[in-house]
């Protein structure tokens, strides 16, 4: 039940885009995205959900493909503050489950 | 604003003593949730809170585990008694409404069981 999320690691350069992918075999109703940097805690992104509502967070964006159960967050012309690992997080129809993905681990280098 | 508050912030203990874990909500938030965070097995759910009532507490690894939350600004999580497998980075998050909306993290507790 926990969202498989591709790749695990991704190395850039400043400027490069970068594409992180978040898919699950369960019916989603809502996609979270968290970054965390290294000591510190999750920290909220963006939340995608089911009907097309979507909420954002500065120069990243994100899709949320319903019929397939995948979500994809987007990061363009990468800043060195984009390094940490993102998570996403996914919640069941009843919002009484969540689940976090295994998260995807971002270097982005000068 | 104040945000999570957890505490302790570094807990080391020895094998078999009992553990609390702390954590005070963002006031006026109704819904919290405990995350244990390691590195083999990433970020995980262990009990999810609902206007004080757990929700969902399947992901509470075994009877060592227990969680409570007599009102809306506390809950604590208990170890008793403690393993070194236990050893982990323990989050605190809340939000308004359900576990579909965004969830603000408190700073974590790192537990080192000897």
């Known amino acids: 039940q926990q969202p498989v999320q591709s790749p695990q690691a991704v190395i850039l350069r400043e400027g490069e885009d970068a594409v992180i992918n978040c898919s699950s075999s369960?019916?989603?109703?809502?996609v979270h995205w968290y970054r965390q940097k290294h000591g510190e805690a999750p920290v909220f992104l963006m939340i995608?959900?089911?009907?097309?509502e979507q909420k954002g967070h500065e120069k990243i964006s994100a899709s949320f493909n319903e019929k397939k159960q995948q979500s994809s967050l987007y990061l363009t012309a990468s800043q060195l503050s984009y390094s940490g690992t993102y998570f996403c997080?996914?919640?069941?129809?009843?919002?009484?489950?969540?689940?976090f993905g295994s998260g995807t681990k971002l270097n982005v280098k000068p | 604003d104040a945000g999570v508050i957890q505490s302790p912030r570094h807990e080391v203990t020895e094998m078999g003593q009992e553990v609390t874990l702390r954590c005070k909500p963002i006031?006026?938030?109704?819904?919290l949730f405990w995350y244990r965070q390691t590195m083999m097995r990433g970020l995980e759910l262990l009990i999810y809170?609902?206007?004080?009532?757990?929700?969902?507490d399947s992901g509470m690894p075994e009877d060592r585990f227990s969680a409570k939350m007599p009102n809306a600004s506390f809950s604590t999580l208990k170890i008793q008694p403690s393993e070194p497998r236990d050893s982990a980075v323990y989050f605190c998050?809340?939000?308004?409404?359900?576990?579909?909306?965004?969830?603000?993290f408190g700073p974590g507790t790192r537990l080192t069981v000897l």
């Open positions: 998050a809340s939000t308004v409404g359900s576990a579909g909306n965004e969830q603000f």
């Open positions: 369960k019916a989603l109703y809502s």
């Open positions: 995608l959900l089911k009907g097309g």
């Open positions: 997080g996914t919640a069941a129809y009843n919002f009484n489950k969540f689940y």
């Open positions: 006031s006026g938030h109704n819904s």
């Open positions: 809170f609902n206007n004080n009532v757990p929700i969902d």
